[in-house]
C-alpha cells in the first residue's frame, strides 16, 4: 500500500475514573466523523452507557452520553448510514452477553456539540438471541441486500451468523450459524465476525475465535448460506478485529496478532491483502506497548482509511490513512 500520510489522535483525555471499550466509527460528511462507545466504571456495571462524539477527525467535540435506557449493562455500539442517508445506532443492553437485547435508534440532530437521537427501541422484538451487528458494521452488497454480523455468545458454545434485510433494515431474517466443527476449533468457538463481499454476491466473514487463530467463512449467495469455519494463518488471542475493503479491492484488517486464547491484546496492527484476505503483510503497528489496545473499528473512505480502538481501557483513539 502506498500510504501518503499516517496520523492517529487521542479523541479524549485518559479517563481518571472508570473504562471505556468497544468504539465504533463513521463518515458523516468528507471531514466529519461520529465516534461512539460504552463507557462507566467497570464493562458489565450497571452505570455502563453508550458515550459518543464528532469531529473532524484532529478537534472533538466534548463527548456525551448518547443512550442509557435501562439501569444494566449497555454494551458495543455500532454506527451505521442506511440507503436513505439515515445514521443509525444499535447497540447492545443486558446483564451479560447471553442476555443481550439489541436496540437501535436515528438521529435527529447534530450541531453546537450536542447530539440528539430518537427514542430507541428493540430492533427485533421478543428475539431469544442478540441480533443484528455485534460488533462490527453492516455492509450493503451489490444488489442492495444489507447483512449484518452477527453472533451468539452462550455461556458454553459460541457461534455466528448474519442478518440479512432486504428491505434496507426495516425487517430482519436471521441466517442459521455457520456449521462449526468444535473438534477442529477447539474453547468456545467464534464470534463477532467482519464481512465483506469480494465479486457480486461473493461475501466472506473473519471471526474472532478461542483458538488462537481467526477463523473464516464464506458464502456464494449473499449471505443466505456459508461454508463451515475454517482457521486462518492469522494469529487471535480471543480478541475484537475488523475488516475494511478499499476502493481498489485490497482488504486493510485491524488486530492483535497473538496466537493465544485470552492472550495479550498488544500489539495492535494493520495488515493489507491483495488477493481477498489469502495472505497478508504487515503496514502499521498502531501500538506495540504494554497494555490493552484492542477491539478496533475500520472503514473505507475515500482516498484512504480511517479506525478507533481502546487505548487502554481509558480513551479512544482515532487513526487515518491516506492513499
Known amino acids: 500500500m502506498n500510504i501518503k500520510s499516517f496520523s492517529k489522535t487521542m479523541i479524549f483525555s485518559p479517563m481518571l475514573n472508570g473504562e471505556c471499550h468497544a468504539s465504533t466509527v463513521l463518515q458523516v460528511q468528507k471531514k466529519l466523523f461520529m465516534v461512539a462507545w460504552f463507557a462507566g466504571a467497570k464493562e458489565g456495571n450497571n452505570d455502563v452507557a453508550i458515550w459518543g462524539t464528532y469531529g473532524d477527525g484532529e478537534n472533538w467535540a466534548t463527548p456525551q452520553r448518547w443512550e442509557k435506557i435501562s439501569d444494566i449493562p449497555h454494551w458495543n455500539p455500532v454506527l451505521f448510514r442506511s440507503y436513505e442517508n439515515i445514521i443509525c445506532l444499535f447497540f447492545k443492553v443486558g446483564s451479560n452477553c447471553s442476555e443481550w437485547v439489541t436496540y437501535v435508534t436515528e438521529l435527529k440532530k447534530m450541531g453546537r456539540g450536542e447530539v440528539l437521537w430518537a427514542p430507541a427501541k428493540e430492533l427485533i422484538p421478543g428475539s431469544k438471541i442478540p441480533r443484528g451487528p455485534v460488533k462490527n458494521k453492516p455492509i450493503f452488497l451489490y444488489n442492495g441486500i444489507l447483512l449484518a454480523p452477527a453472533s451468539i455468545e452462550g455461556e458454553k458454545h459460541w457461534d455466528v451468523f448474519v442478518d440479512i434485510s432486504f428491505d434496507g433494515g426495516i425487517s430482519w431474517t436471521a441466517s442459521k450459524t455457520v456449521p462449526i466443527d468444535r473438534k477442529e476449533i477447539n474453547g468456545e468457538g467464534v464470534?463477532?465476525?467482519?464481512?465483506?463481499?469480494?465479486?457480486?454476491?461473493?461475501?466472506?466473514?473473519?471471526?474472532?475465535s478461542?483458538?488462537?487463530?481467526?477463523?473464516?467463512?464464506?458464502?456464494?449467495?449473499?449471505?443466505?448460506?456459508?461454508?463451515?469455519?475454517?482457521?486462518?494463518d492469522l494469529p487471535n488471542n480471543n480478541s475484537g478485529i475488523d475488516i475494511a475493503k478499499g476502493n481498489d479491492g485490497r482488504l486493510l484488517l485491524a488486530l492483535n496478532p497473538v496466537n493465544i486464547n485470552w492472550g495479550p491484546r498488544t500489539p495492535l496492527v494493520l495488515m493489507i491483502s491483495n488477493d481477498n484476505g489469502l495472505s497478508w503483510q504487515n503496514v502499521i503497528e498502531l501500538e506495540t506497548e504494554n497494555g490493552e489496545f484492542s477491539y478496533p473499528a475500520v472503514i473505507n473512505i475515500n482516498g484512504g482509511f480511517v479506525g478507533t480502538y481502546t487505548w487502554k481501557r481509558k480513551s479512544i483513539i482515532f487513526w487515518k490513512i491516506e492513499t
Open 210 to 232: 478461542s483458538c488462537g487463530y481467526l477463523c473464516r467463512s464464506d458464502s456464494n449467495n449473499c449471505g443466505i448460506s456459508w461454508s463451515p469455519i475454517y482457521k486462518t
Open 191 to 208: 464470534i463477532q465476525p467482519a464481512l465483506w463481499e469480494s465479486t457480486p454476491g461473493n461475501v466472506h466473514m473473519l471471526a474472532r
